[in-house]
């Protein structure tokens, strides 16, 4: 059965996804804390960080169409295997568009893709929001556990658009320094801004682990 291979992918992903978060924001302070490296240094390093970046991008894209997939499989959405494999193809076009997003980044086309790969993620929140509380699927046979997991999935994505934005003025000073050259100011600014994103990634984990025992003990 199809589901015998969903569900150890499905598994295998969460540890996927926490790895790369964990070289990500480790590479990422190291990069900030080291100002007495050369700027062609720590541009190579920052680029490697958002190179892994990808990573946990994949790793949500996953992880939103393998879990509907399994779903229906254990009957708790309706559909049958159509619409299973329709979430699966759906993911795979996914994919394929954050990793469009990823090598046009720098084109002219870049802000525009960036910006609908930022809305799918609100529209994403809004849909696993919706389901969770029963404004979507409230007569579907899903068990409480699941709805508080999928809760708990949507304040994990959430968290990944707060790290983005606690970002946005550390890489805009990364941009002056580019420009103009390090000043004590500037290497602050860095350090305070890679602290703002370590404590959302810090409750993204929380909010993983948490989806990780809501999946095994089942409570209601």
């Known amino acids: 059965m199809i ?64 879990g509907p997939a399994i779903a229906i499989h254990y009957g708790y959405i309706p559909g049958g295997p159509a619409v299973a494999n329709g979430f699966l193809a759906f993911g795979v076009l996914w994919l394929g568009f954050v990793e469009l997003v990823h090598r046009l980044r720098h084109g002219s086309q870049g802000h525009i893709l960036a910006a609908i790969d930022r809305a799918s993620r609100y529209v994403l929140i809004a849909l696993l929001l919706a389901t969770a509380i029963g404004l979507i699927g409230a007569d579907w046979p899903m068990p409480g556990w699941l709805r508080l997991k999928l809760g708990l999935f949507a304040a994990v994505v959430a968290c990944g658009v707060g790290i983005r934005f606690a970002l946005i003025g550390l890489f805009r000073t990364w941009r002056v320094i580019q420009a103009e050259g390090s000043n004590t100011d500037r290497e602050q600014s860095l350090r305070q801004g890679a602290r703002h994103g370590t404590a959302i990634v810090c409750l993204l984990w929380l909010f993983i682990a948490a989806i990780t025992v809501i999946s095994v003990w089942k409570p209601f």
């Open 3 to 66: 589901i015998e291979w969903l569900l150890p992918l499905h598994i295998a992903i969460l540890g996927y996804w926490l790895g790369s978060e964990l070289v990500i924001n480790s590479t990422f302070r190291y990069v900030c804390a080291q100002p007495g490296i050369p700027i062609g240094e720590r541009n190579r390093l920052m680029g490697h960080v958002m190179t892994v970046d990808q990573h946990v991008r994949y790793a949500l894209v996953l992880q939103a169409s393998l």
